[in-house]
């Protein structure tokens, strides 16, 4: 059978295109997700000499452009966590991708930033290719919304979208739910493939570049969290934010992985009501709410999620093994720096963990990924290996070398002065210079001195009962 022009194979996983087609992608291992796509467009081949001229673009040395450097105009959404994790506001002409797991509360975020811009003046147009204008119609009564002029809008095809986006003022805010679910009548494909994600992203991207609107688009994600369609789309949009949270938690993380125009890792926290989504202006307090100070095997983690100093609780719990091959659980941590530090802990600390299933958590659901956490998740695990609870008003934070050395990390002032506030006296961290008014500094250096730190607490407690008026 002959081959028909164009005609290309592409994996609705990863991307990756094949001249024929195959039961499993080479590149992701997908099986089956290799579909018969037509409609590129042909590449220009054969000598140079005989290619049609084009006309060349104007350049501008970067040497000659003089004058001060303007910030760009950002538009404010009017809630503060979002705000922060765009870097200060939307930024005119930019595309943001937004991801999720499906009723994490994405499209309640939108149509509440949505309603506060268009409350302050600003034309706010919401596109849905998922629900009907009724539908999204009763989610605005429901949080209490209808009173915004919202423009609301159920379409899938993007020559349709664009053209009608152009009738009137130019919008100061797009929300496309979802990106999977348009269509572009450039590209011969099933609405939802890769080439049809990509088209119909690219012609919203020159859209928003052209007049100056920003546009948010809503994306699915795929089994193991990333954002389903072509990696080529995270690369053309001007940031990707993710909408993190456990369905057993009522508090949701929104995550900026990348900002053309602010911070990368930068963190919202908002709580999940009745009325939507609620701002939570001291993460630190409800992550360690609920916190029992009198049980082994718990530490506070001074950390750092982009500019934002955050608290959180790390658990640890240390049982006698009763098979062959000790377990190792970890929830919110990642896996393979859990058992670097059990390993540290049993060449250079003297802790004998190798017969002990070891269980360390993350409490409130929340995921750390900086090494700062090791001198936290290190003393837990030496807390409830002794049954030694640690003092309540302590927080830690520092990396673990494998020489057992402890290593300072960045923003220690910044720790600090978190921990102050939310009435910590003490921190057990890599020597440091801290200012008037913040937490005392027990400097440690090597991973002993966490054992020695357990030793003396024992030693103290002991002391204390001795002392104490039998009853």
């Known amino acids: 059978?002959?081959?028909?022009?164009?005609?290309?194979?592409?994996?609705?996983?990863?991307?990756?295109?094949?001249?024929?087609?195959?039961?499993?992608?080479?590149?992701?291992?997908?099986?089956?997700?290799?579909?018969?796509?037509?409609?590129?467009?042909?590449?220009?081949?054969?000598?140079?000499?005989?290619?049609?001229?084009?006309?060349?673009?104007?350049?501008?040395?970067?040497?000659?452009?003089?004058?001060?450097?303007?910030?760009?105009?950002?538009?404010?959404?009017?809630?503060?966590?979002?705000?922060?994790?765009?870097?200060?506001?939307?930024?005119?002409?930019?595309?943001?991708?937004?991801?999720?797991?499906?009723?994490?509360?994405?499209?309640?975020?939108?149509?509440?930033?949505?309603?506060?811009?268009?409350?302050?003046?600003?034309?706010?147009?919401?596109?849905?290719?998922?629900?009907?204008?009724s539908q999204i119609r009763l989610r605005a009564e429901r949080l209490g919304l209808t009173d915004a002029p919202v423009e609301l809008a159920a379409e899938t095809n993007v020559e349709d979208i664009i053209a009608t986006l152009g009738d009137g003022a130019p919008p100061a805010l797009v929300i496309i739910d979802s990106i999977q679910t348009m269509w572009t009548e450039t590209v011969e494909s099933a609405p939802g493939t890769v080439t049809q994600v990509r088209g119909s992203a690219h012609s919203l991207i020159r859209f928003a570049k052209t007049k100056g609107a920003a546009v948010i688009l809503v994306g699915h994600v795929t089994k193991d969290g990333q954002i389903a369609g072509p990696r080529v789309v995270e690369h053309m949009v001007d940031a990707v934010v993710s909408f993190e949270g456990d369905a057993a938690q009522h508090f949701r993380i929104l995550r900026s992985v990348k900002n053309r125009f602010g911070a990368t890792d930068e963190i919202g926290v908002f709580e999940m009501g009745d009325m939507g989504l609620r701002e939570v202006a001291n993460p630190s307090e409800l992550f360690l709410s609920g916190r029992d100070m009198a049980t082994p095997g718990t530490a506070v983690f001074a950390g750092m999620e982009g500019t934002r100093p955050l608290l959180v609780e790390v658990q640890a719990l240390v049982s006698p093994t009763s098979f062959g091959t000790p377990r190792r659980a970890v929830v919110g941590w990642d896996q393979n720096r859990l058992n670097m530090v059990i390993a540290v802990l049993e060449a250079r600390g003297g802790l004998r963990l190798g017969s002990h299933d070891v269980y360390l958590n993350v409490a409130g659901g929340l995921r750390i990924g900086e090494p700062a956490a090791d001198l936290a998740a290190a003393a837990a695990l030496a807390s409830s290996l002794s049954g030694v609870p640690l003092p309540p008003e302590t927080v830690y934070f520092g990396e673990i070398g494998l020489s057992g050395a402890i290593r300072p990390v960045a923003h220690a002032d910044t720790r600090l002065k978190e921990a102050a506030k939310l009435g910590f006296s003490a921190a057990v961290a890599p020597r440091t210079k801290s200012g008037p008014g913040d937490a005392t500094v027990l400097p440690v250096q090597v991973v002993d001195q966490i054992t020695t730190l357990i030793a003396e607490i024992v030693v103290k407690n002991k002391t204390r009962t001795a002392h104490s008026p039998k009853l």
């Open 1 to 133: 059978m002959a081959k028909r022009p164009n005609q290309t194979f592409v994996c609705q996983a990863c991307g990756a295109v094949y001249q024929r087609w195959k039961g499993r992608c080479d590149a992701c291992g997908g099986w089956n997700t290799v579909v018969e796509e037509t409609g590129a467009a042909a590449v220009p081949s054969g000598p140079v000499s005989t290619r049609p001229l084009r006309k060349s673009g104007r350049v501008f040395p970067l040497t000659g452009l003089s004058g001060p450097v303007e910030q760009a105009p950002r538009l404010t959404t009017g809630i503060g966590e979002f705000d922060r994790v765009t870097g200060g506001g939307l930024v005119e002409g930019s595309v943001i991708l937004l991801g999720g797991d499906p009723g994490i509360g994405k499209s309640t975020l939108l149509m509440q930033a949505s309603a506060a811009m268009a409350r302050g003046g600003n034309r706010v147009v919401y596109i849905s290719g998922e629900e009907a204008v």
